[in-house]
T-cell receptor, first 114, second 113 residues
Framework: EAQVTQNPRYLITVTGKKLTVTCSQN?????MSWYRQDPGLGLRQIYY???????DKGDVPEGYKVSRKEKRNFPLILESPSPNQTSLYFC?????????????FGPGTRLTVL | AQSVTQPDIHITVSEGASLELRCNYS??????LFWYVQSPGQGLQLLLK??????LVQGIKGFEAEFKRSQSSFNLRKPSVHWSDAAEYFC???????????FGAGTRLTVKP
């Protein structure tokens, strides 16, 4: 089954404690993105990757890092989380760019930073 | 800069009634337009997309949308809503084959029995 998986689905942490949210896709897609969803703001792109070892900033990259060492994985790293990073996070993948093809979304990770 | 506006934050319709969700965009060139649906606790799923050609686009689950360039709109419609359509709906716009894709704030649909 074609899918995008994220782990964990729920996470409560404290300010400053480094965390990683994993994302994996099994569709051999080249493009992967991370979004955060906040009430009244819709989805905003954090980072995207066009292929292995190729990443770039989206609209709201501050406080986040990503890596793309393998085609299927695209982890999101918060080196020092802060309460304003409390949000719902989605990973997505597509065969071509996000606006050139269908994006497939993971189920989301709800992060709370205390 | 491109942007998307979904004027209705929350809409309630009765089961079996028709539905129209509004989407207005701001973009300088020909937009590429999408509607996604997010069921509770789920990720987003593509309902339909418009790249070019016929301005009335058919999607999954009985949804359709019409691109109206003169009104900068891409409204989503369904003739008869089912209880399972209760979800949040997002309109999105981007230049074709580009990473710069923008989402609206979403419209939450409640379906009354």
């Amino acid at each position: 089954e074609a899918q995008v998986t994220q782990n964990p689905r729920y996470l409560i942490t404290v300010t400053g404690k480094k965390l990683t949210v994993t994302c994996s896709q099994n569709m051999n897609h080249e493009y992967m993105s991370w979004y955060r969803q906040d009430p009244g703001l819709g989805l905003r792109q954090i980072y995207y990757s066009m292929n292995v070892e190729v990443t770039d900033k989206g609209d709201v990259p501050e406080g986040y890092k990503v890596s793309r060492k393998e085609k299927r994985n695209f982890p999101l790293i918060l080196e020092s989380p802060s309460p304003n990073q409390t949000s719902l996070y989605f990973c997505a993948s597509s065969a071509r760019t996000p606006s050139g093809d269908t994006q497939y979304f993971g189920p989301g990770t709800r992060l709370t930073v205390l | 800069a491109q942007s998307v506006t979904q004027p209705d934050i929350h809409i309630t319709v009765s089961e079996g009634a028709s539905l129209e969700l509004r989407c207005n965009y701001s973009y300088g060139a020909t937009p590429y337009l999408f509607w996604y649906v997010q069921s509770p606790g789920q990720g987003l799923q593509l309902l339909l997309k418009y790249f070019s050609g016929d301005t009335l686009v058919q999607g999954i689950k009985g949804f359709e949308a019409e691109f109206k360039r003169s009104q900068s709109s891409f409204n989503l419609r369904k003739p008869s809503v089912h209880w399972s359509d209760a979800a949040e709906y997002f309109c999105a716009v981007g230049p074709y084959n580009n990473n710069d894709m923008r989402f609206g704030a979403g419209t939450r649909l409640t379906v009354k029995p």
